[in-house]
C-alpha cells in the first residue's frame, strides 16, 4: 500500500492524522501486509477448521434438574432484608 492509498483510506475512515502519525501508520499496515504474506505461505490443506461460519445448530448443554435451595437459608445470609426481599442499596 502505498502512501495515496493509505491517505484516501485515512480521509474515508474520517481520521485526522499529521505527517508523523501517518508515517507510523504506513509502518504499521506494511508490517501487517508482511505478516499476511507470511501466514499465506503455510500449508493449511490438512488443517481440520476449528469453527465454521454457518453452524447449523445450537450447541446447548442438556437440561437437568437440581434440588432447589432453602429460600429461608438463603434469605438469612443477606446482609439486608424488607420483609422477603433482598435490599440492594442504591449505587448513585
Known amino acids: 500500500m502505498d502512501s495515496s492509498e493509505l491517505k484516501t483510506t485515512t480521509d474515508m475512515a474520517m481520521l485526522e492524522l499529521d505527517e508523523a502519525g501517518l ?3 504506513e509502518a504499521a499496515v506494511s508490517r501487517m501486509l ?7 505461505a503455510i500449508d493449511v ?3 481440520e477448521p476449528t469453527t465454521h461460519a ?3 445448530g445450537n450447541r446447548i ?3 437437568r434438574t437440581a434440588d432447589n435451595p432453602d429460600v429461608d437459608e438463603l434469605l438469612e ?3 439486608d432484608l424488607e ?3 433482598i435490599a440492594i442499596p442504591n449505587v448513585l
Request: glycine residues 0%.
Open 83 to 85: 420483609e422477603r426481599l
Open 23 to 25: 508515517q507510523e501508520l
Open 54 to 56: 454457518l453452524v447449523t
Open 77 to 79: 445470609q443477606a446482609a
Open 61 to 63: 448443554r442438556e437440561d
Open 34 to 40: 508482511e505478516y499476511f504474506t507470511t501466514m499465506s
Open 45 to 47: 490443506k490438512n488443517v
